[in-house]
């Protein structure tokens, strides 16, 4: 796909990760909706910062969680641009609980914001993105998908279950749509992490560092562009995937 004058939906796309894909996707000329829940300040700053590379940018206030609000955003969408050709699901929470737990609040907010919400936005602009020639779908997964974390029981649920959608979608929507998944391995650092929990966590890494949330941003515009790709996911990891079974002799 040629990215130049589409359309493009960032899910979570105010900050962090998210928002370096919307402004990758910007600078390769996709006009942008940048959705965020709660990061009001932070999408309107990302939608001038997507404007300087000359595209049109919306933000747009919605919690993915809640499916008539989804239903709103993608007719704002339909309004504001007639049609959508890229959709990138970002948007999801990070939350840590213990397995057993007493308190089902994080499973649940978890839960609904990564699966059912990813499947709102999808199946919502699934008409916009088949009513074209061709349109991508790139979902944001991670290692816990195939690696599950002590403690992270329902992210690693959420993402796998992300990851089971991105194959379906595949399907379903083939041969106009293709979907794709990102894995991203450690990019950007939580803010509360020491420095020594930085070095460690770069230690898992072939590569023996972090990476940068343009790295994941990259790898999503190669999945928009590549057109014989669908069905499939890149890490983005440093090798992190492999790195504890490095052997020394």
């Known amino acids: 796909m040629n990215i130049q004058s589409k359309t493009a939906l ?7 990760v998210g928002k370096a894909i919307a402004l990758e996707l910007a600078k390769a000329g996709a006009n942008l909706v940048i959705n965020y829940n709660s990061s009001a300040a932070a999408a309107q700053e990302t939608v001038a910062e997507a404007g300087a590379f000359g595209v049109q940018a919306l933000a ?11 239903q709103a955003m993608v007719g704002q969408i339909r309004q504001h641009f007639g049609g959508l050709d890229i959709l990138v699901n970002s948007a999801d929470y990070f939350g840590k609980h213990p397995f057993p ?15 059912n919400g990813s499947f709102y936005v999808s199946n919502e602009c699934a008409p916009l993105l088949l009513a074209g020639e061709s349109g991508a779908v790139v979902n944001i ?10 403690g992270f029981t329902a992210h690693a ?25 990102v894995a991203p391995g450690p990019v950007l650092a939580p803010p ?32 928009v562009e590549a057109d014989y790709i669908t069905g499939d996911v890149i890490f983005v990891d440093g ?6 079974r490095e052997i020394v002799y």
């Open 10 to 16: 960032v899910t979570g796309g105010a900050q962090r």
């Open 60 to 70: 747009v206030q919605c919690d993915i969680s809640d499916l008539s609000a989804v």
């Open 101 to 115: 737990t007493d308190d089902y609040s994080t499973w649940q907010r978890v839960i609904s914001t990564s699966v």
């Open 141 to 150: 997964v991670d290692l816990s998908a195939w690696q599950p974390w002590p």
């Open 157 to 181: 649920v959420a993402k796998a279950g992300l990851m089971a959608l991105t194959q379906q979608m595949a399907l379903e929507l083939a041969p106009t749509v293709r979907v794709n998944a």
């Open 192 to 223: 509360d992490y020491s420095e020594k929990q930085k070095k460690a966590v770069a230690e898992r890494t072939l590569l023996k560092r972090w990476g940068r949330a343009e790295d994941v941003a990259h790898a999503v515009r190669f999945l």
């Open 239 to 244: 090798g992190e995937r492999f790195g504890s």
